[in-house]
Every structure is written in C-alpha cells, then in structure tokens.
C-alpha cells in the first residue's frame, strides 16, 4: 500500500474510475461497404442515421452531395463551401447490412429563400406507431460563416415515402448571442449568447418517458478552444408532440463534450457515446432520465457521425444499442459510409480478436 496518494489517483478514487467494471468498454472496428457505398469518385455520402430493420430489409438515410468544394471567403456566394453544402437527404436498402442499393432522394431543399433552400443533412430516423419521422438539419442561402443553422423533420408512413415537409424549423439557434461589426467573420462577438447561439447541428429524435427528446449538437457564436479542443455541447429539446413545438431543456448543455449526436435507449434511460471534441470525448455516458449523464466508460477510435442498428434488444446489455452501425470516412477525398461494430471480446486483457472472427 502506497503511503502517500498521488494526484492521479486521488482523481481516479474520486471519480469512480476503478469502481466500474468493463461493462461499457468495448473497442471498434471499421469495415468498407459494397454495392452503392463503396467510395465513388465526385461524390460524398456521409452522416448515415441509425439503421432500421423493416419487414427483413435494413435502411439508412444519409447527406449526399456532388463535386468539389472550395471553402469560404473565395467571393462567390454561390460556390459550394463544404462536402455538406447544396447537400440532399437520401436513402438506401439492404438485405445484409454490408452490401447496399441507393434507392434516391428523400427529402430535397426548398424552395428560394426558405430556411432550407441551401442544404438538408445529417439526417436521423425515428420509426415510432407505424410513423417514420426523419429530422435534419438545414442552411439558408447564403452559405457563410454566420449563417445560423436550423432543424426540422419530415414525416412518412413508409420508408419509401413520400416525405412530408412539417412547417419548420423545429429547432433553431438560441438567440441571445450578438455578433461584433458586419464582417462575416464567426469569432467577432460582443456577447457569446449560449451554446448553442449558433448553430443547430445533428439531431436524434426519440420516443422517451412518454415525450419526444429531440437531441442536438450546439455550436456558439464566438466559439473557443479549451484544454480539450472545440466548444460543442449537447443539448435536448423535449415536445408532446413528435412535430413540436419543442422546448429547450433548462438544464442544457446535458454536455460538456461531444461532436455529432451517438444515442441509444437502455434500461429505461439514455445512453451516449461522445466523439471528437471536449475534455470527456470518447467517452461512453448514461442518463436514467436523460438527462444528467455519467461517464460510464473511456474508449479509443470512437466512430464518427455513427447510425447505430436500431435493435429490439437494446436492453440486453450497455452496449447492445450500438453493437453495429453505419459511420463515415471523411479523412479523404471523397466522403464515403462505411460499417463499425463494437468489439466487446476486448472487455478482457490481452483478447486480439478482429472484427469478424
Ligand atoms: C459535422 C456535423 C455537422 C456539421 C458538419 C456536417 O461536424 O456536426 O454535419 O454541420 O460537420
């Protein structure tokens, strides 16, 4: 027994990092897709939702879009500034979850100077009382740096369609913040506003404790670096109705950490694994009321923008809600989906098992 305790350990003991067991650690491996979601020169497929199974066929929706992008401040208000401008919804099948067929678009921009007119993307499924609600997030025209970017949701009773618009943006930026000057420029604030003053980013609906929580990534106005990189947080907005109106929870940001939204229900709570940003990113947490999460588990190569299978037997154990799904590649040229699945043989020391022994 060490006689003195270190900081480091006195942390840990504090925090509970040896009181839990591996029950939320597993370890995640990458596989290509084939059919239509193999990498395809001038195209970018990304932000796959979660994965359905209906009536034997498993469906994704994702962003797509064509061609170059070039970035801001080049003058022209027109040119596409990144993989996810002028970007459409679609959707594609699949009998085995690795070879998949695009079937076309679900959900288009709107009209001239709607608030969805420049682009649609990151879409997520929510297959509730025989409905299918997509929700999405959307960028008016023009596309620069302080453009403030919205939510909003279609609704179906098939799969297939036909999509129907609601009357939206469900879910828009806070609007507290106040920017400094007229140059576009994202970083000049007089008032930062709250977390999520700014932009309105990757939504996941669910049906949870007899309401609609409707998840979201916030970015600020004026937005920081910290010890651990980008300022994003989540947020939930919470509705009677799946269409809304929604209403921002008080305790938002339920984050301190996290890029794009990664949930699964589990034990009558909500679980979430945290990506990319934040001093507790890569991190898997649990809310009993989805709310107040905990840090239930640290992981390594999280996946990103992830569609988790929605499966029936969530309950089965932590991880069962997001033992496989769809992510993306986005460090190349061309963005492409591909499959994860989470590796939980590494729950024990020394397991080097591959994804598919
Ligand atoms: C990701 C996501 C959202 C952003 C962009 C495309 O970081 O959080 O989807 O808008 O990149």
Redesign the pocket.
């Known amino acids: 027994m060490s006689k003195k305790e270190s900081l480091a350990t006195k942390r840990a003991r504090e925090r509970g990092y040896f009181d839990k067991g591996p029950d939320w650690y597993c370890e995640f491996r990458y596989e290509n897709c084939t059919g239509d979601f193999e990498p395809e020169e001038g195209v970018h497929r ?2 796959p939702s979660s994965v359905l199974l209906i009536d034997g066929v498993y469906y994704t929706w994702y ?1 797509k879009s064509y061609g170059a992008h070039v970035g801001f401040g080049t003058g022209d208000l027109d040119a596409k500034v ?1 993989p ?1 401008d002028y970007t459409e919804i679609w959707y594609a099948t699949s009998t085995d979850a690795v070879k998949w067929k695009e079937e076309g678009i679900a959900v288009g921009r709107g009209p001239k100077g709607s608030y969805d007119e420049r682009s649609v ?2 879409p997520e499924i929510l297959h509730h009382d025989g409905m299918f609600y997509l929700v999405y ?1 959307c960028v008016e025209n023009p596309y620069v740096n302080r453009v403030k ?1 919205t939510i909003s949701m279609a609704i179906a009773d098939n799969p297939h369609g036909p999509w129907k618009k609601v009357d939206g943006p469900i879910l828009q930026p806070s609007t507290n913040g106040v920017w400094k000057g007229d140059v576009d420029n994202r970083f000049l604030v007089e008032e930062q506003g709250d977390f999520d003053s700014h ?1 309105t ?2 939504p996941v609906l669910f049906y949870f404790n007899d309401k609609y929580y409707l998840y979201y ?1 916030g970015e600020r106005m004026g937005e920081q670096m910290y010890m651990g990189g980008r300022e ?1 947080k989540w947020g939930v907005a919470i509705s009677d109705q799946p269409e809304g109106p929604y209403v921002k929870s008080e305790y938002n940001p339920i984050s301190n950490s996290g ?2 939204t990664l949930l699964w229900q589990y034990k009558g709570g909500m679980a979430g694994l945290l990506c990319t940003d934040g001093m507790e990113r890569n991190t898997m947490q649990y809310a009993k009321d989805g709310i107040n999460f905990e840090i239930m588990g640290g992981i390594k190569g999280t996946p990103e ?1 992830a569609g988790p299978f929605r499966t029936p037997n969530t309950d089965d154990r932590p991880l069962a809600g997001v033992e496989w799904g769809l992510t993306h590649n986005v460090h190349c040229k061309w963005n492409y989906i591909m499959r994860f699945k989470a590796d939980e043989n590494t729950k024990r020391p020394y397991v080097t098992k591959t994804m598919y022994e």
């Open positions: 990304r932000d962003s990144f996810w993307f990151t997030q970017e932009k980013h990757d990534k994003t890029h794009e923008a």
